[in-house]
């Protein structure tokens, strides 16, 4: 089917975006990670990125540092302000703590492997 004018193909764009939605392409929720745990790891690195349902009904991101051979820093990193959250990335293999991730956030908990030309790993962007 071929669409001409401005108002006929306004009108198969507004077709195709109902059409995807309904089929989950392109929406916002699709791409975003939901509430869980995601594995992740780089050389001697590997971390857990746990993401939960506060009371307030928003997520909360944490960081669960599992693996270090001693050249790993880990930490929660904002990709709106691009800066880590809290203290930054930090060597320790103790959890950060919880960070709001809620409207107006997009976190993701990730690894640099110091020992591997600063290499980073990430979970899922929340």
Request: net charge negative; proline share 4%; charged share 10%.
């Amino acid at each position: 089917m071929r669409f001409n004018g401005i108002r006929k193909r306004a009108t198969a764009a507004a077709i195709a975006v109902v059409a995807m939605a309904g089929i989950g392409v392109g929406t916002a929720s699709s791409a975003q990670a939901s509430e869980g745990s995601t594995p992740f790891s780089h050389g001697g690195c590997a971390a857990i990125e746990d993401i939960t349902l506060g009371a307030d009904y928003h997520d909360y991101m944490e960081i669960l540092p599992t693996q270090n051979n001693g050249s790993c820093l880990f930490g929660v990193f904002n990709r709106i302000t691009w800066k880590w959250m809290g203290t930054g990335a930090s060597s320790s293999s103790n959890p950060q703590g919880w960070f709001y991730d809620g409207p107006g956030q997009s976190l993701e908990a990730c690894l640099i492997d110091t020992a591997n030309n600063n290499t980073w790993a990430c979970g899922p962007i929340n």
